[in-house]
Nanobody, 114 residues
């Protein structure tokens, strides 16, 4: 069974940075679009960023210019560098391998608070 495992979440002050990582238990990233999503308390899960197999990136307007998505197919990992964090970035962050089959990680909590 394939697993995606996120890491790197935590508590950070506004303006700070965190780097989230997502590791797959098998080689499933190559050739597929990968994404990061987040879900804040009481809100629906929303997409944050995508990266295609060719390296094209897309960002939600709320994180554009502050977050950077990347991938390393050889290591079966993807990352989300988050800078200039705001309290409204507080959420559980999930990684996803899009397609058939579709895989999600279990989530990692990011809390931005002073």
């Amino acid at each position: 069974q394939v697993q995606l495992v996120e890491s790197g979440g935590g508590l950070v002050q506004p303006g700070g940075s965190l780097r989230l990582s997502c590791a797959a238990s098998r080689s499933i990233f190559s050739g597929n679009t990968l994404g990061w999503y987040r879900q804040a308390p009481g809100k629906q899960r929303e997409w944050v960023s995508f990266i295609t197999s060719g390296g094209t990136t897309t960002y939600a307007d709320s994180v554009k210019g502050r977050f950077t998505i990347s991938r390393d197919n050889a290591k079966n990992t993807m990352s989300l560098q988050m800078n200039s964090l705001k309290p409204e970035d507080t959420a559980v962050y999930y990684c996803r391998k899009l397609g058939r089959p579709d895989y999600w990680g279990q989530g990692t909590q990011v809390t931005v608070s002073s």
